[in-house]
């Protein structure tokens, strides 16, 4: 009997990762990125029609941009930089709720709704979910991730080579067949988010994490409004 119980507890212990994640919809530790970067330009994508879906996401009532305090005083450090070389940032995404990664699952599991293809022109909608190009947990939801670019301080095109959402290698940080200057962009971005404290992933260029984020474990699930 005691092996069994022993056995049990060591079983149930390879599960307490999954059990760990938290979901919140206490919103008491975030801000706009607007109340302390005045600056920024925003083309909130999943409140428009205008991403790979083809329509506006669950939990996006507003246009508006939301991130943990922490990483929003580790962006501002990252656009002051910017700034000093003569740019600006635009923000696509920022915190994301539960639902919204839920709005995305359902859409890659209904074959009836092919939503823009333009955003996966290489790839099956059904391999956006198998291929981690989308994940049914997404960083953005714990608060501290960010989707952006660069813009000049004029408000005019930095050329990065490829744009947000593109589900292709070309969106990689690394991909070499894009120009020297669209390469220069890119460093320059990837450069400024690194000195600030976040981190990027091999798969978009435009996506970046606070490294040392204050909620590692714990998914957010209020509305941006």
């Known amino acids: 009997m005691k092996k069994i119980i022993v056995a049990y507890i060591v079983l149930a212990s390879c599960f307490i990762p999954v059990w760990a994640d938290t979901l919140s919809s206490d919103k008491s530790d975030f801000a706009e990125i607007s109340t302390v970067i005045d600056d920024a330009v925003y083309d909130i994508r999943y409140y428009s029609s205008y991403n790979f879906t083809g329509h506006r996401i669950a939990g996006y009532k507003a246009p508006k941009a939301y991130m943990t305090k922490k990483a929003l005083s580790a962006l501002a450090k990252a656009a002051e930089d910017l700034r000093r070389q003569g740019y600006r940032l635009l923000i696509w995404d920022t915190y994301r709720p539960q639902k919204a990664v839920d709005d995305f699952v359902a859409w ?52 990065m080579g490829g744009t947000f959402d593109l589900f292709s290698e070309i969106s990689h940080p690394n991909y070499k067949k894009i120009s020297k200057k669209q390469k220069k962009n890119r460093e320059i971005l990837r450069n400024a988010m690194e000195r600030a404290g976040f981190q990027g992933i091999d798969s978009e260029w435009w996506h970046f994490t606070l490294k040392d984020e204050p909620y590692k474990d714990t998914y957010f699930n209020f509305d941006v409004e």
């Open 108 to 159: 890659i599991n209904n074959p009836n709704d092919p939503g823009d293809k333009t955003f996966y022109p290489t790839l099956e909608k059904s391999n956006l979910l198998a291929g981690n190009y989308i994940m049914a947990k997404s960083g953005h939801t714990r608060g501290s991730t960010v989707d952006l670019t660069l813009i000049k301080k004029d408000g005019s095109f930095v050329d």
